[in-house]
């Protein structure tokens, strides 16, 4: 059963232009949405994250948008560089209660390829 | 700091063949868990502690063995490898059960 759904599975994006990655949920406990990065032969790394008290998050040239009605969210990588070519995963889980990180639902990965 | 160490970066088994994947880390994380990454499959939890001596399983367990006798050690063991444990493992981490995950940079085993 995959909770999370994540789309595309690969992306080709020119050099400046915008990355769109999105994701979708079915668990309404959700209530923390992390992106994690991940380059060739490393572990994956937290780029943002996200609690549905807020319908968007910056950091430099990275945004996620959330949409608490829809189930989805989304990550954004604007001025997208070829530095940022790498496999994005999202993921979500519950956060209140005594839950945690063990039950963190990762979507399936999109690999980002930024073009010169 | 070194952050989590995971050894070793590859391994080919024959199946039925064991061994232990090692863990390591040195930020005093008390939250320390092993994920296995498959194509188009994402990240799955195989077993995880939140603690020293306390371990339990996650989404997918069957196959393996986890001990954690010290903060700093959560060693994967494999008991009798099948091809169908061929995959890239994760080792995670992280200063509570809430907090951001920190991963090693993955062992690449093959099983044949």
């Known amino acids: 059963q995959q909770q999370v759904k994540q789309s595309p599975q690969s992306l080709i994006v020119q050099k400046g232009g915008i990355s769109i990655i999105n994701c979708a949920y079915e668990n309404t406990a959700f209530d923390y949405f992390p992106w994690y990065q991940q380059f060739p032969g490393k572990g994956p790394a937290l780029l943002i994250a996200i609690r549905p008290d807020v319908s968007e998050k910056k950091e430099g040239r990275f945004t996620i948008s959330f949409n608490k009605s829809a189930k989805q969210f989304s990550l954004h990588i604007m001025d997208s560089q070829p530095g940022d070519s790498a496999t994005y995963f999202c993921?979500?889980?519950?956060?209140?209660?005594?839950?945690?990180?063990?039950?963190?639902?990762f979507g399936t990965g999109t690999r980002l390829t930024i073009i010169p | 700091n070194a952050g989590v160490t995971q050894t070793p970066k590859f391994q080919v088994l024959k199946t039925g063949q064991s061994m232990t994947l090692q863990c390591a880390q040195d930020?005093?994380?008390?939250?320390m868990s092993w994920y296995r990454q498959d194509p188009g499959m994402g990240l799955r939890l195989i077993h995880y502690?939140?603690?020293?001596?306390?371990?339990d399983q996650g989404e997918v367990p069957n196959g393996y063995n986890v001990s954690r006798s010290t903060t700093e050690d959560f060693p994967l063991r494999l008991l009798s490898a099948a091809p169908s444990q061929t995959s890239v493992y994760f080792c995670?981490?992280?200063?509570?059960?809430?907090?951001?995950?920190?991963f090693g940079n993955g062992t690449r085993l093959t099983v044949t």
């Open positions: 995670a981490s992280s200063y509570s059960i809430d907090s951001p995950l920190h």
């Open positions: 930020m005093n994380h008390e939250y």
């Open positions: 502690s939140v603690g020293a001596g306390i371990t």
């Open positions: 993921a979500a889980r519950p956060s209140s209660g005594n839950f945690g990180n063990e039950k963190l639902t």
